[in-house]
């Protein structure tokens, strides 16, 4: 069968599928884990500062740029306990999951879902402010972008969202974190602002101080409160709020935890040794940043740039031309490190995603993996829902400030109360000085969340508290539905709930006919095939002439069994025949099976050739007991060229030919199925199958031979069915992954198989899910 169009465009876009065998990964050492694990948490250190400036000037005016400094020194020892915290988490967990992980196996699988959806919002709001923070540091790198027409007042909004679209198609691609240019950016970012300190502090100390820099026209307002009466509780409320903005510097350090398994041997003392690089690179570059913005005060801009970083740096290098290399160095490594940040969401989001919906808390096809072996959904959905917060709030940090530490904070406060009941559980050698870090950890970042959603809940956090509490209700119910779905099926032992122990029930089927044609034969054959009691042909009037000429046309097609025409004057076709479903299963010892051609087309067309109503009839005929619905699907157009093309090759024949007509040959739809495959036998024709000896790795090619051996092998919670196809000159493997069994392939019949060929690690050629079709001799 030839590949849909869309299908076509996938593989244009996104390369060739990759089969499973492809999933591994090597182990990565410890400077190159430090930069791919550790640029979300390192590049938080560009706008911390800043976020934290933002909230003071305008209330404290100048005296702000002495406030940031004891400020810092709380978030610094923020980042202290925090890492503290995670280094007992690598040290015990060394799987992926982080926090989810710790919930899970510390408290239970329902309170593991606050951590779940704390950390899908985290990845989510991540995503958007490393993307806003880097288009903020390519705009203040390059302010003429601002003049640019139309764009030029949403440039930021436009830089981030084709960011996120880039970095989804990329990652929809099977991009490697553990590429070599994802540690790139933080060695640069981190090496070029370490610079920039340290020619600051110089120049303080030794060069004669350092300038004020320049301000223009769009800083915050300046404010100038006396420190008297009822203004004591707005400092100290303007104070939490700073606290909070810059609380957002923590975010990012527990990614290492998310990637441990990654990690080389011994993982956890490796882990553990990132961490604390990770926490001292970030603590240095935050206290330099604020001690710079203090003494050349450097201010916020409320379009977002220029950016506090970028204004410090023009003021440390100078205008010179290697000042203005630094500059750009500065400005390059810190949009590279954002936008590398941002992407670690793309990895996190979907392989969370896929941890819950492996435990039954979210839909399973979130597990499923895609194309290119990568949880295609959880990417699609992550950059979607983003690109949302994007467009709705806009693309500046402070603006988005108010959505972040809600999520990152529950994670933090999880991972580190959920340790503690750890060690007070195992209570291992040094299990008390454990727990009091871990206690001490959890403690700071739940007084994070409360302060961020008090001071912050009018900007915007009120949303993340509303929908917090609604996603985790949202999770649990999910999964009770597939815990009793479950429960039945355990409960069945292997009998049909509905049958009457001792009783033989009879079958009855119910052919549903909208008009004659090919598909209506298909469906009429399958129908007989299955020996029914008693088997109906039934059509639902709604129009009284299209039911006389189908009327018409069944008797002069000469059908052996009767067409009841059953009138359906309210129209509602799913309902009438539910109802005759019904009425045919009173009889306990009887059941019904409702058979529907659906004609299948291409999917654009057929979204505009019918309205899927066969999908809607068998959807209300599965909730009657005793009944199931059945639906036989028919590509029209590929069914009709195919009979076209053999009637034209065996019209000059000699010898009259008897084509064998379409029999159905896998496993028909049944409603709710997701198997929604249907083989059809054809005549044997001459092919254009190329010989298997002659065949090239990584080209797409036709075969036909014969089955010599089948063979079915468990892989990853799951089976692939190995078919041995060989036509005298060699052999290929034929490999079907998720199935068991395909009804028509077996040992000795012939198959014609088209795909992509591959060969594996012992030279034998493969084909991975190609297309197939079963082959029969003329009768």
């Known amino acids: 069968m030839a590949d849909s169009f869309w299908y076509a465009a996938k593989r244009h876009l996104l390369g060739a599928p990759l089969v499973n065998e492809q999933l591994a990964t090597e182990r990565l050492s410890k400077p190159m884990a430090l930069g791919i694990l550790s640029c979300d948490g390192i590049s938080s250190a560009a706008y911390g500062t800043e976020m934290m400036l933002l909230v003071l000037l305008p209330f404290f005016g100048l005296a702000a740029f002495s406030l940031i400094l004891p400020l810092t020194l709380v978030i610094l020892v923020g980042i202290f306990l925090v890492m503290l915290s995670y280094r007992e988490v690598v040290s015990v967990y060394t799987r992926a999951g982080g926090s989810y992980i710790v919930a899970r196996e510390n408290f239970a699988p329902r309170v593991a879902q606050v951590a779940a959806v704390a950390l899908l919002i985290d990845y989510v709001v991540t995503l958007a402010v490393q993307t806003a923070a880097g288009s903020a540091a390519i705009v203040s790198a390059f302010p003429s972008l601002t003049r640019l027409p139309v764009i030029g007042p949403k440039i930021l909004l436009v830089i981030s969202a084709a960011a996120i679209l880039l970095m989804c198609f990329f990652n929809l691609r099977g991009i490697r974190e553990a590429g070599r240019a994802f540690a790139l950016p933080t060695y640069l970012f981190s090496g070029s602002v370490v610079l920039m300190i340290v020619m600051g502090l110089y120049r303080e100390v030794a060069g004669g101080g350092l300038p004020h820099v320049a301000t223009g026209a769009g800083t915050v307002a300046l404010g100038s409160h006396a420190n008297t009466g009822l203004i004591v509780f707005g400092a100290i409320y303007i104070l939490a709020r700073a606290f909070a903005n810059g609380g957002s510097s923590l975010t990012g350090i527990e990614a290492v935890s998310n990637a441990v398994s990654a990690l080389q041997p011994p993982e956890g003392r490796s882990a553990r040794e990132i961490l604390v690089a990770q926490g001292s690179i970030v603590a240095f570059l935050i206290a330099g940043i604020s001690w710079l913005a203090h003494v050349t005060h450097a201010m916020p801009y409320r379009a977002g740039v220029p950016t506090v970083l970028a204004q410090e740096a023009r003021a440390i290098f100078g205008s010179s031309v290697l000042g203005q290399v630094l500059f750009f160095t500065v400005q390059a490594g810190t949009a590279a490190i954002l936008f590398t940040g941002g992407n670690t969401s793309f990895s996190g989001f979907p392989f969370l995603a896929s941890f819950v919906a492996e435990d039954g808390f979210l839909p399973r096809w979130l597990s499923k993996r895609g194309h290119r072996l990568v949880f295609s959904n959880g990417i699609l959905i992550l950059a979607a829902v983003s690109l949302t917060l994007l467009l709705a709030v806009g693309a500046t940090v402070g603006a988005l400030i108010p959505f972040y530490a809600i999520g990152v904070f529950t994670g933090f406060s999880i991972a580190g109360f959920g340790m503690a009941r750890y060690h007070l559980r195992h209570k291992e050698p040094g299990w008390r000085r454990r727990l009091v870090i871990n206690t001490a950890g959890g403690a700071y970042t739940v007084l994070v969340v409360l302060v961020f959603a008090i001071v912050k809940f009018t900007e915007g956090a009120w949303l993340v508290v509303v929908i917090f509490p609604i996603l985790v209700y949202a999770l649990l119910k999910l999964h009770g539905e597939y815990r009793r779905e479950s429960d039945v099926l355990d409960n069945l032992d292997g009998t049909d709930v509905h049958v009457t122990t001792g009783t033989s029930p009879q079958r009855s089927v119910i052919l549903f006919v909208d008009r004659y044609d090919l598909a209506t034969v298909a469906a009429l054959r399958y129908a007989r095939s299955l020996r029914p009691a008693s088997l109906r042909a039934v059509h639902l009037t709604i129009d009284q002439a299209h039911a006389k000429r189908l009327a018409d046309r069944w008797l002069s097609a000469g059908a052996s069994i009767p067409l009841e025409l059953v009138d359906c004057p309210d129209r509602r076709l799913a309902h009438t025949a539910a109802d005759l479903v019904a009425e045919e299963t009173k009889d306990e010892t009887r059941h019904v099976t409702a058979v529907l051609p659906r004609r299948s087309y291409a999917a654009l067309t057929g979204r505009l050739l019918h309205d899927r109503t066969a999908d809607k ?158 082959m029969t001799a003329s009768v």
Not at 648 to 673: H, N
Not at 692 to 699: A, E, F, N, T
């Open 617 to 774: 009839m068998a959807h209300a005929i599965s909730h009657v007991p005793s009944a199931i619905a059945t639906i036989i699907p028919f590509d029209v157009r590929h069914k009709t060229e195919r009979l076209h093309t053999a009637l034209s090759t065996y019209a000059d024949t000699a010898r009259p030919v008897t084509l064998v007509r379409p029999v159905i040959a896998a496993r028909p739809v049944i409603a709710g199925s997701a198997d929604r495959f249907c083989a059809y036998q054809r005549p044997v024709a001459p092919t254009d199958a190329e010989p298997i000896d002659r065949l090239v790795p990584s080209d797409r090619a036709t075969v036909e031979g014969e089955v010599h051996t089948l063979q079915i092998r468990p892989v990853d919670h799951s089976s692939v069915l190995c078919c041995q196809v060989g036509d005298g000159t060699g052999e290929l493997t034929a490999l079907f992954y998720g199935r068991r069994h395909i009804a028509g392939v077996q040992p000795g019949g012939r198959i014609r198989l088209h795909g992509t060929v591959g060969r594996q690690s012992d030279g034998r050629l493969t084909m991975v899910n190609p297309t197939y079709e079963l």
